[in-house]
């Protein structure tokens, strides 16, 4: 019972003193010098050095404290019907029987009525089960991450409310000065009149502990005003919200958390962890080395193990509905002039232009040509080859509003102006997204798409042009354009464009025959038609409708275009007599 008792008082491994009672401890282990070096006086104060005979062993030396004390109260109750044996036995080991009666003793009497009301709060703690859940989650801070030198009641308004807990958990748990029994509640549990009147008992008990009270599920709707009253009226309160509209109920302070509040070893544990990027699972160590400047980290995900998702994934259809398409690279005057050879460009596939390693390309072609199907393809083969890049596919088309609204014509952009009107206003990203495209855009760790060039205004064509110039020259970033023909050497003079620092442009090649027997058959293979009698008659009508264009048509439709095709398959796909 008195090893019981001295581990609850103390708890310090049943040693009689706290592990910063360094002045006590001193006292005692002189204590025990002298009860070792005086044997032969008292067999019990002799059987914690020398051998047992019932164990045939002796105790270690890091148990004579504990196994000391103890010999105190075996002696009081052995020898308590004999008064000279027991007087002699306190003159013999005085300073052992004053350290016990006088220091130890008086602790004990002094703490044993708080023994009732901890154990009410450890039983409270384990049905309320908050504490339970932060231990759970395996994430620690560090100590100098939070103060915690609140003497009345503080609501707490945190951009991390369960780092803020966790913060304070561990603060309460590991430093002396604060340690002691504390209630560690959600809210919604206090609205309940059994647990309400179980807690203001503890409060009101002689540990007063702290309460630490959840409020991340408080809202406005929700809120029970008998509840809100009955806890306005408690005292040693700690209330933890979050930043989102939280429902004020007392003096307020602000938590602002970051990245080195983590210890290492819950840095490591975080960067393993796997998020969705663009779709795509990866570690978040292996996507963004450093986080110390970010503002925005969605902790809360991170912490809790929700799904943390950064980008859109680019979405391209179905590969196998995609017709490969051949590519020519185009030369300027320049080079033709000086080319001794004089010889012609060899098409390519989408697969070459990918593994090119490119920093601009520039992807031109008839109207009707299928650039836009081309483009979101390479943007989605980009993804795959690339999967710590973020790939953004951007229709130009859709952005001139927002030009127009924003009255701003500027010719010229500074890096950091440049990646933050992408963000903010063209790829319409925010907070911690935000924070990592500017970090990914510093790094070169961006690749965009801007499709359509050709179609969008003079002076909106000025202002990406600037853009575009920023992007391909101060920074490693990789840069893809679609546009007509006509606009190629005037975009390429505007940019600055030489091959020799990885810049090249692509003519789209418009559908030869195979390219449009290879369409067809994906497109009926893809429409359930599945009788092999069927699906020839239906390939042989649109060759006849492709011969006849051919022969007959106008030099325009002699080319035929993606959605020419389209209309043709689906037609004949309606009426097979189409032709």
């Not at 690279?329 to 460009?345: G, V, W, Y």
């Not at 464009?497 to 442009?505: A, G, L, V, W, Y």
Request: proline letters at 3%.
């Amino acid at each position: 019972l008195c090893h019981y008792a001295v581990d609850i008082v103390y708890k310090n491994l049943r040693k009689p003193y706290r592990s910063n009672e360094i002045e006590k401890q001193k006292e005692f282990d002189e204590i025990v010098e002298y009860c070792r070096d005086n044997k032969g006086k008292e067999h019990l104060i002799d059987s914690v050095f020398i051998k047992r005979d019932s164990e045939n062993s002796s105790y270690p030396k890091h148990k004579w404290t504990n196994e000391l004390i103890v010999r105190v109260p075996q002696l009081l109750a052995l020898y308590k019907n004999d008064v000279l044996k027991l007087s002699a036995t306190r003159l013999n080991f005085k300073r052992l029987f004053e350290f016990y009666e006088k220091k130890v003793f008086f602790d004990l009497e002094t703490e044993f009525p708080k023994i009732e009301a901890r154990f009410m709060i450890k039983d409270l703690n384990e049905i309320c089960g908050l504490e339970a859940e932060l231990e759970k989650l395996g994430i620690s801070t560090n100590p100098n991450s939070f103060k915690l030198d609140y003497n009345h009641n503080v609501q707490l308004i945190s951009n991390c409310a369960i780092l803020t807990l966790l913060s304070i958990h561990k603060k309460l748990k590991t430093e002396e000065e604060f340690q002691g029994e504390n209630i560690f509640v959600k809210f919604e549990t206090l609205c309940n009149n059994k647990f309400y009147t179980k807690i203001v008992e503890a409060s009101n008990s002689c540990i007063s502990p702290k309460i630490i009270i959840d409020c991340r599920n408080l809202s406005r709707k929700k809120i029970d005003e008998d509840c809100l009253r009955r806890v306005s009226a408690m005292k040693n309160l700690i209330l933890v919200s979050g930043n989102e509209k939280p429902q004020i109920l007392f003096q307020t302070e602000e938590v602002q958390h970051a990245w080195k509040d983590f210890d290492d070893e819950s840095q490591k544990l975080l960067k393993n962890k796997l998020i969705k990027f663009q779709g795509e699972e990866v570690a978040l160590g292996s996507f963004l080395k450093y986080f110390e400047g970010f503002q925005s980290i969605p902790f809360d995900d991170l912490i809790e193990g929700n799904d943390l998702i950064i980008g859109k994934p680019i979405n391209f259809d179905d590969n196998s509905k995609h017709v490969e398409r051949k590519f020519t690279k185009m030369r300027s005057l320049a080079e033709m002039i000086t080319d001794e050879r004089h010889e012609p460009e060899l098409p390519l596939s989408s697969s070459e232009i990918i593994s090119s390693d490119f920093s601009f390309l520039l992807l031109t072609g008839e109207p009707g040509m299928g650039k836009s199907t081309e483009f979101i393809f390479l943007a989605s083969q980009l993804k795959y080859k690339f999967p710590l890049k973020w790939v953004f596919f951007v229709n130009l088309k859709k952005y001139v509003d927002n030009f127009e609204k924003d009255g701003k014509v500027r010719k010229k952009f500074d890096k950091e102006e440049t990646s933050k009107y992408l963000g903010e206003k063209i790829l319409k990203i925010d907070k911690f997204e935000l924070e990592v495209f500017m970090k990914l855009f510093s790094e070169g760790r961006i690749v965009l798409l801007f499709d359509g060039f050709d179609e969008i205004s003079p002076s909106f064509k000025e202002f990406v042009t600037g853009l575009l110039y920023v992007i391909k020259n101060e920074t490693q970033n990789n840069i893809c354009v679609s546009t007509r023909p006509h606009l190629t050497d005037e975009l390429q003079n505007n940019l600055q464009i030489s091959t020799s620092d990885r810049c090249f442009s692509c003519y789209l090649e418009p559908f030869n025959d195979s390219d449009c027997l290879d369409f067809f058959k994906k497109f009926f293979e893809n429409n359930g038609v599945n009788d092999e009698r069927v699906f020839e008659n239906r390939l042989q009508t649109t060759k006849d409708v492709v011969e006849k264009l051919r022969k007959h048509g106008n030099p325009k439709g002699k080319v035929l275009t993606s959605i020419m095709l389209r209309m043709i398959a689906e037609a004949t796909l309606k009426n097979p007599n189409f032709s």
